[in-house]
């Protein structure tokens, strides 16, 4: 099974990490996930490709810091997290949240802040590439 | 020596991913970031956070170690 | 493509609603998930199966309506709703949620809705099957 | 005539599925409830919810058409 906290260029699949969630606990009724994908366009402006930069050892730190705050606060049975570097495209996956409980609100309120905390945390830089030519994205709504 | 590494918009701006500074005994995360500001001063403007091996810093009168690996990082923008 | 909304004695793949919702939009940036499954216990008595029975046509009806206000009321891009009959042991799929939007905030709070509204307004039962016998589950936190 | 439906655990008390009520001019959900909770009395205690039709009732002096179909159902309970 992979490690439940990952950065990767490659893709991921959401069966997958649903799978391997669920064999920590059979105990578990609820699974909430957040996928975020690249769109094709943002602010107005075409986008063709989305390139990601990460402070590797620090951003893994901190995932997993996430994931053990995420545990404890909201009484998950587990949560796994994945994050994509790399170049992708429109539609293209990018993150990956799973949470997993007992019931449903713990699930969905923790994936909801780990998805929200992971943005203001994590060193992961987006660079979105337009027909016009490319640019950081050095704020974020 | 510090070695402090840039990253993203901040690497972008400064045209290269990593640099050093001397170490010096008590030198602190304020007295790099302010010798690396005066030499990439556009690229600093956008700077919002400081790392200390791997560790976020909040308070920059940290003193470093020598060998510490620093990084200044631009406003996070994953997810 | 499945239809976004089924009532299904099969299983259903997570990966494959996350494909078919991505379908509908390029602007879709963030898909928000729920997956209930069935636990091995439930007040404190362990639970081998549980059965699920539906009144078929209102269900489907129920559930349209549900995908239909929920986009309506949270600006999705698209949702989709998969429930389960028949009979599921420990671990296995229950339910699927799926809410796709622009941005995360209205992906995860549809998808919270859902599953409470669905739990509210589509008929359907569930039994519970222990090794002290069978009682359909007729209150709900 | 009106066929009237049962499931889950209504249908477990009433050992049935299915029932049939005859359809007479004016006839109200509330008269087929009345009359069919005479004969079921256990499986009526958990009745919650009432639908003609594959839609929800909340005004149970709605005026049934012949050949409607009726539900009486506990709790729900699925997700």
Redesign the interface.
């Known amino acids: 099974m992979k490690p439940a906290v990952r950065i990767q260029l490659e893709d991921f699949?959401?069966?997958e990490e649903?799978s391997a969630i669920?064999t920590s606990s059979?105990?578990?009724?609820?699974?909430?996930?957040?996928?975020?994908?690249?769109?094709?366009?943002s602010e107005g402006r075409e986008v063709s490709e989305i390139s990601?930069?990460?402070?590797g050892?620090?951003?893994l730190?901190e995932l997993n810091r996430l994931r053990t705050d995420a545990v404890e606060q909201f009484g998950l049975l587990d949560a796994r997290l994945v994050?994509r570097i790399g170049t992708v495209k429109?539609?293209d996956n990018?993150?990956l949240i799973v949470a997993g409980a007992?019931?449903?609100a713990p699930?969905?309120e923790a994936?909801?802040w780990m998805?929200d905390e992971?943005?203001?945390?994590?060193?992961?830089?987006?660079?979105e590439i337009t027909p016009q030519g490319e640019s950081?994205?050095?704020?974020?709504? | 020596m510090i070695k402090v590494l840039f990253f993203g918009p901040v690497a972008s701006r400064i045209g290269i991913h990593q640099a050093t500074v001397a170490f010096r005994s008590g030198i602190r995360i304020q007295d790099v970031r302010d010798e690396l500001a005066a030499q990439y001063p556009r690229a600093f403007e956008i700077v919002c956070f400081a790392a200390a091996n791997g560790e976020h810093v909040r308070d920059m009168s940290l003193p470093l170690a020598d060998d510490s690996e620093v990084a200044f990082m631009a406003k996070f923008s994953g997810g």
Chains 1, 3 share one sequence.
Do not use: N
């Not at chain 1, 059979?26 to 366009?41: E, N, P, S, V």
């Not at chain 1, 990601?52 to 402070?55: D, G, L, N, S, V």
């Not at chain 1, 992971?118 to 660079?127: A, G, M």
């Open positions: 699949s959401v069966d649903v669920k059979m105990r578990m009724g609820g699974i909430a996930t957040f996928l975020g994908c690249a769109r094709d366009f990601f930069e990460a402070y050892s620090m951003a730190s994050h429109g539609g990018i993150v007992e019931h449903r699930a969905l994936c909801r998805i992971l943005k203001q945390r994590v060193p992961i830089w987006k660079k950081w994205v050095t704020s974020h709504p």
